[in-house]
Structure formats: C-alpha cells, structure tokens
C-alpha cells in the first residue's frame, strides 16, 4: 500500500500535524508498505527520510496544478494522479495532514483488498446542505458532466481519507479530475467541490465505505491536536529520540482522549474578541 501525503507552503503548523499523521501509519505499516509525501519544503521531513519517500515539488508546479480556476484543491487530486502514474500496483491511501491513524491499518487493507474504495465518511446529499454546498447543487443539479448525470443520487463524502484499491488506481484519479475541471468550468465556486468530484468518481466506480471508526479526522478541534504534535516533536528533539523510540514512544490510547470535534460558541468568540479589545495587552518591553 501507497500511504499518500501532500504539504504545500511554508506554514509550519500543517508540517508538524503531517509528521504526527506519518508517525501514526509508521506505527503499524507493513514492509509492503510506503510513505509517500509530496511537498514544497523537504526539508522539514529529513528526520522522516529513513522510513518515508520524500517527493519534491516546486511551486510552479503546484501553481499549474492549481489550473485556470486557481483552485487550491486541484492541487490535492493533481497530486494523486501523479503518484497513481508511479504506484500502479499499489492500493493507494490519501491522507490528509489533520489525521492520526487510531484504528487499525490492516482493517483498512481489507477493506481495498476486497475492491471497495475508502473515504472518512458520508456527509449526506448536497441538496440538503446549507451554504456553498447547497449552491454547488444547485448550479450541477441535473447535468451531465465527465459521462455522469448528478441527479441527487451521489453523496458527498469527506475525503480527509482516500482509499483507492490497486485496481482502480488508474480510473479513479483520473476521472476525479475529469469531473472536478468539468464542475469548476460550470461555474461552481464551493471550496469543497473537489471532494464532491472525488465522491462522484468514487461511487461510480466502486462500493464506498467510511474510514471514520479507524482514522481520526480533528479537522474541528485542531488547536488540541496540534499541541499534542508539537509536544511529541519536542520530546524527541529534546530527549534525542531515536526514529525507532521516537515511534514506539507515539501513545495510541492516549491519542484517543482528544476530542476530534468541539462545537465552538460564536457568541463566546465575539466576547473573547470584544474584550480582547477592551483590554489589551500593553506596555510592551524589549531587549
């Protein structure tokens, strides 16, 4: 299996919960197994180096991959074609950087060995969603695009997980960037289109199942997690961890405790914020 990663830019807080997801997959990966990132900055995984392939990619490319729409997220399925081309035989694992593996990866092999495709999990029908989703629908609702008629039977998934099995690695790439320019040169502007077009192709083509009872996906609590990330690359900076003690270290269970979603209050960020301003932080010294 391909275990697939993609970092672009230099913010470091995406670097560090990419590291954390690779520790977690090392954890329990297999020597038929590899990990793949694609990044702009490779130099912020040279500890990883000895247990991960480390793909350059400079930032012409990832601004032709953005295509004419300037679509950040194409960057995302351009990435997956391009490493489909190179792992053919391979089942290949997309994972986003704000993931930890906490189940069990040959669960997951399972599931693609048997031909099913993986994603994190079904968020229901565009139609009965609100915002820029509900608009997407209603710009698509009805037409056919790249040989597929969207009429209202395709979920959207959320593909903070891709699990594609090594016999539709040559299908299912390319025809998520075939439906996802189609869409884009509809019209649509909906931030998540490219994982409605991932969604599409997907369902098309094989029996869709969730990855949520082994993945965790802390896309809504991400200030926890990334404190726990920068924790463990501290401790092994400081206490010079081997890779080996730096992996066996990684706590699974203790993993576990941290919410991966926290409903946050408006009004209580507009209050932080009201009296953030009212009492600010003053007389600021310097060296």
């Known amino acids: 299996m391909t275990i697939l990663y993609l970092t672009f830019g230099e913010s470091i807080e995406y670097h560090v919960q990419a590291y954390l997801s690779m520790l977690s997959f090392k954890k329990q990966a297999t020597k038929d197994d590899?990990?793949?990132?694609?990044?702009t900055v490779p130099q912020y995984y040279r500890r990883a180096r000895p247990w991960a392939e480390v793909v350059p990619l400079d930032d012409k490319t990832v601004e032709e991959w953005k295509g004419s729409s300037h679509y950040s997220f194409r960057v995302k399925t351009m990435a997956l074609c391009s490493q489909a081309e190179r792992h053919t035989d391979d089942h290949i694992l997309f994972v986003d950087t704000d993931t930890v593996l906490c189940g069990s990866l040959e669960s997951i092999r399972r599931t693609l060995d048997q031909g099913n495709a993986l994603m994190y999990n079904d968020e229901g029908q565009p139609s009965r969603m609100k915002g820029p989703s509900l608009r997407m629908w209603h710009t698509l609702r009805g037409?056919?695009?790249a040989g597929v008629t969207l009429d209202g039977t395709h979920h959207m998934w959320n593909s903070g997980i891709i699990g594609i099995p090594r016999s539709l690695v040559g299908v299912i790439p390319q025809h998520t960037l075939q439906l996802l320019d189609a869409?884009?040169?509809?019209?649509?502007k909906c931030f998540n289109v490219e994982q409605y077009a991932m969604s599409v192709a997907m369902s098309e083509h094989a029996s869709?199942?969730?990855?949520?009872?082994?993945?965790?996906?802390?896309?809504?609590n991400k200030d926890q997690w990334e404190k726990h990330a920068y924790a463990v690359i501290a401790r092994a900076y400081m206490e010079q961890l081997s890779v080996e003690e730096e992996i066996e270290r990684l706590d699974i269970a203790q993993l576990k405790n941290i919410p991966i979603f926290v409903h946050k209050s408006n009004t209580g960020r507009r209050l932080k914020n009201l009296?953030?301003?009212l009492f600010a932080d003053k007389d600021q010294k310097y060296i």
Request: positive net charge; proline residues 0%.
């Open 34 to 39: 590899r990990i793949v990132m694609v990044t």
């Open 143 to 145: 037409k056919t695009v």
């Open 183 to 188: 869409m884009l040169g509809a019209g649509v």
């Open 208 to 220: 869709l199942k969730s990855a949520d009872t082994q993945v965790a996906h802390y896309w809504g």
């Open 275 to 277: 009296i953030g301003k």
